[in-house]
């Protein structure tokens, strides 16, 4: 079936550093793909999301890369702090009418981040 | 604070309990969701509400019986449980389920089932 995965489960930066967290897709119908970060405790926060007429999107210190071409999605952190310690999770959903993954929001596995100060 | 309120936190039940886990949203969305999250595992859909209206069961054990009196509030009732059912139970809402608008999620109930 469809899927989203990660490339790296565990991910460690130095305070201050940039962070980039990677994710494939597989579904080609996917229209439209969401970053969550879980704390230990906690449910998944909305961090950012993209839609696929677009190939990048920026927030508040992070950035999110779309490469529909080869099914590739990022999560850019700038000057990472400590707060930044999480799992982060890509999501993504396919809002065009038709196929069994319409609607649905799929989740890949996560990758934890930790930042040392 | 997320805007969906999950309660309680945590639950340990026997597997001849029946036991209800509670969500509330106060966001004004359309749409209700039961996410169940396990180890190493991603999160698993369990089922999906749409304006009170049930619109994806996502082969769920018939143990785990959901229930959505108002877009605002979702159940999830649990009886005879088993131990592999130990998890963290996700509620989400959304403005609609189909289109593109993120879920918000709660902090989550923690079930253990002895």
């Known amino acids: 079936g469809e899927s989203v995965g990660l490339h790296l489960p565990t991910l460690s930066v130095q305070e201050g550093d940039n962070s980039i967290i990677n994710c494939a897709y597989s579904?080609?119908?996917?229209?439209?793909f969401i970053w969550y970060k879980q704390e230990s405790g906690k449910g998944p926060q909305f961090i950012i999301d993209?839609?696929?007429?677009?190939d990048k999107r920026q927030g508040q210190r992070v950035t999110v890369l779309l490469n529909k071409t080869v099914k590739h999605l990022s999560l850019q952190i700038a000057a990472t702090q400590p707060g930044d310690s999480a799992v982060y999770f890509c999501?993504?959903?396919?809002?065009?009418?038709?196929?069994?993954?319409?609607?649905?929001?799929?989740f890949g596995q996560g990758t934890i981040l930790t930042v040392h100060p | 604070e997320t805007g969906v309120t999950q309660t309680p936190r945590h639950l340990v039940m026997g597997m001849t309990n029946k036991k209800s886990l509670k969500c509330e949203q106060h966001?004004?969305?359309?749409?209700m969701y039961w996410y169940k999250q396990s180890a190493k595992k991603p999160l698993e859909l369990m089922f999906v509400?749409?304006?009170?209206?049930?619109?994806e069961n996502n082969s769920v054990p018939s143990r785990f019986s959901p229930e959505c009196p108002n877009s605002s509030h979702l159940f999830l009732h649990l009886h005879t449980l088993q131990p592999e059912d130990s998890a963290l139970y996700l509620c989400?809402?959304?403005?609609?389920?189909?289109?593109?608008?993120?879920?918000?999620f709660g902090n989550g109930t923690r079930l253990t089932v002895t």
């Open positions: 993209i839609r696929s007429n677009m």
């Open positions: 989400a809402s959304s403005q609609e389920v189909w289109g593109l608008s993120p879920l918000h």
């Open positions: 509400y749409n304006f009170k209206e049930q619109t």
């Open positions: 579904n080609s119908a996917s229209d439209y």
């Open positions: 966001l004004g969305h359309n749409a």
């Open positions: 999501a993504e959903k396919s809002a065009s009418a038709g196929g069994t993954s319409y609607g649905k929001l799929t």
